[in-house]
């Protein structure tokens, strides 16, 4: 099987320093968690970022601040801005961190229920813009996926020529509004994608672990961090990030899964710059 690259999602949007005081918000906080992440075996760190009281912004000068501070402690990591933000963002606010050219980005590929009254917009159109966008700058997105519908309409924006081989998915699952984070669903979400993709699989809440297990057995990748569970264990709040990773790292060991460098993930993943 091809070695394990493990994305560490540190920060995310709706998360709080309330829910796990380790949750980073500034700049030097996010160093942080992004080297005990990578120290502990991720290769890819999926980048929110936030004011120093704790509010996400998509502001292009936050995310710089950042990315820098992560390469200096992590200097060849790979960095993956999220182009979804927070939920009631404007496109254009969404679209800031691309505008610094990072190896990836995410693309949000449907619109979903996100709890309560809350909807994370992505409508067809609005893929199609940002696809173009993340494109044209010669980044790779990776297409974050939380039902089925979300995977088909990757598939047919590719026939049309807007998103482009090689594809690379993360499949949520978990998400309130989304699908649900069980065995049959991941089976089924695999299945549907197309050969030659590579996938990554993050479970939310309580289904962290157990998605990260499926996906090391069957050949997939695996994405843990503070934006989809803060806890290392029931009742027991990670104190880093590192930890979470540590904790994937430890499944994966178990059944003789490799992990990847950064290196070794450019490669699996086809990522050419
Ligand atoms: N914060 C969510 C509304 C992404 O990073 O692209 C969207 C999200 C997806 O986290
Ligand atoms: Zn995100």
Redesign the pocket.
């Known amino acids: 099987m091809e070695k394990l690259v493990i994305t560490a999602c540190i920060c995310?949007?709706?998360v709080t320093k309330e829910i796990n005081p380790a949750v980073p918000y500034t700049v030097d906080e996010i160093a942080r968690e992004a080297k005990s992440a990578y120290d502990a075996g991720a290769a890819i760190i999926?980048l929110?970022v936030r004011d120093d009281d704790g509010k996400p912004t998509q502001s292009a000068d936050r995310y710089r601040l950042c990315m820098d501070a992560i390469k200096k402690v992590c200097p060849d990591v790979i960095i993956q801005p999220?182009?979804?933000?927070?939920?009631g963002m404007s496109n254009d606010e969404r679209l800031q961190p691309i505008t610094l050219n990072p190896e990836m980005a995410?693309l949000?590929c449907g619109t979903c229920n996100?709890g309560g009254d809350d909807v994370?917009v992505n409508t067809e159109n609005m893929i199609i813009d940002f696809a173009q966008k993340i494109y044209a700058r010669g980044i790779m997105p990776e297409l974050?996926v939380f039902d089925k519908g979300m995977i088909d309409m990757a598939l047919r924006l590719h026939k049309k020529g807007i998103i482009k081989t090689p594809m690379h998915f993360d499949i949520v699952l978990g998400v309130n509004g989304g699908m649900s984070a069980s065995a049959r669903d991941l089976v089924f979400m695999v299945e549907s994608l197309p050969q030659g993709a590579t996938w990554t699989v993050a479970g939310i809440g309580r289904a962290a672990f157990p998605m990260a297990a499926f996906a090391i057995l069957m050949g997939g990748h695996v994405r843990v961090g503070f934006?989809d569970n803060v806890y290392l264990e029931k009742g027991v709040p990670a104190k880093s990030n590192g930890e979470l990773v540590a904790k994937a790292v430890r499944i994966a060991k178990e059944f003789a899964r490799e992990i990847a460098s950064p290196d070794e993930a450019r490669k699996i993943l086809g990522l050419t710059r």
Do not use: K, R, Y
């Open positions: 995310g949007a709706e999926h929110h999220s182009t979804g933000g927070a939920v995410t949000d996100f994370f974050e934006e």
